[in-house]
């Protein structure tokens, strides 16, 4: 799904105090007492990079999708099994 680039660009090309990497590939798992996350990005990763555009991206995700990983995330931070991104 593209983005508007006013509000996201690649990371490269993001230079501001405010910085929200858009991560599509991710890993989240119970390691012992805490949580271990496994993340990767590049200069090409999209960033949103005004408090703007995190209303643009809420506005293009899907509601269901959201709910789901929100419930997979409280799952497994409450002790639940891994999630993957």
């Not at 983005?3 to 590939?25: I, S, W």
């Not at 996350?37 to 200069?43: A, P």
């Amino acid at each position: 799904m593209p983005f508007d680039p006013e509000f996201v660009r690649p990371l490269a090309l993001v230079q501001n105090e405010f910085l929200q990497v858009l991560l599509t590939k991710f890993s989240l798992r119970r390691q012992g007492s805490g949580v271990h996350l496994d993340v990767s990005f590049g200069f090409d990763t999209p960033a949103v990079w005004l408090r703007r555009g995190k209303s643009h991206i809420r506005q293009r995700l899907d509601d269901e999708r959201i709910d789901r990983y929100n419930a997979q995330l409280e799952s497994i931070l409450l002790q639940g099994p891994p999630m993957s991104g």
